[in-house]
């Protein structure tokens, strides 16, 4: 394992150091939104670190604040984080090849670290190694600094009743279309893109939060004639 960090090169450090930042930032945010509506200390953080989805928490909060039942919440966070079922079968791949081929408990914990942003650094690696690497350097990182920041933002909560006030969901927007931008290149994903972004803003005001993003992946199924084509 030590050689596998060797070989995280320094623009996929820079790039994971600013994911961390900003999914601490909005961890933050969800820690303030979870303590304002009566979630204690303890309870925002094991959801932090068992549910690890900011998304899906988020929606479960806000169910749970709204006089919803818990079987509600759990339900509509699980449908949310279903999504992680397209980046769990693209890290799936190099989680089982290669020197350092994972197995047993570290493919669970692997599982548990897919997300937007560990599969999206990875996926822009030049190699298996550097890919695998990538992975697991980005999704620890986020796995310790999610929780971190609901911690911290569970504190906050009795001085800072409204987030929104402070900003600081917009970081982890910006971060992810940094992410996206050079694999925009490409005409058939750049065409996805458009297809989801056209979906998701059209059916954003008749979804449940959250929704919408999930709806969007449909546009790859859209897209599979054309890469076809390419091949």
């Known amino acids: 394992m030590r050689s596998l960090w060797r070989t995280v090169d320094r623009d996929t450090v820079r790039v994971s150091v600013l994911i961390w930042l900003s999914v601490a930032i909005v961890g933050v945010s969800y820690g303030v939104t979870a303590g304002s509506v009566g979630f204690s200390l303890w309870q925002l953080s094991a959801l932090a670190v068992l549910v690890l989805g900011a998304s899906s928490e988020f929606l479960f909060i806000g169910i749970i604040a709204a006089g919803g039942s818990a079987a509600a919440a759990v339900v509509a966070g699980l449908l949310i984080n279903s999504r992680n079922f397209a980046y769990g079968m693209s890290a799936g791949p190099f989680l089982g090849r290669g020197r ?21 650094v990875a996926m822009a690696q030049g190699s298996v190694e550097r890919t695998r690497a990538a992975f697991w350097f980005c999704g620890i990182g986020i796995a310790v ?26 970081a982890f927007p910006a971060v992810i279309l940094a992410l996206v931008l050079p694999a925009l290149k490409e005409k058939v994903t750049l065409l996805a893109a458009l297809i989801g972004a056209a979906v998701a803003v059209a059916t954003s005001p008749f979804l449940p939060p959250g929704t919408a993003p999930l709806v969007a992946l449909l546009s790859i199924a859209v897209t599979i004639p054309f890469r076809e084509k390419v091949r």
């Open 100 to 120: 350092y081929r994972d197995s047993g408990w570290r493919r669970m914990v692997g599982a548990h670290l897919v997300n937007d942003e560990s599969v999206a």
């Open 145 to 170: 600094s999610w929780p971190i920041g609901a911690l911290l933002g569970g504190l906050l909560g009795s001085v800072v009743r409204d987030p929104g006030a402070l900003g600081l969901d917009a």
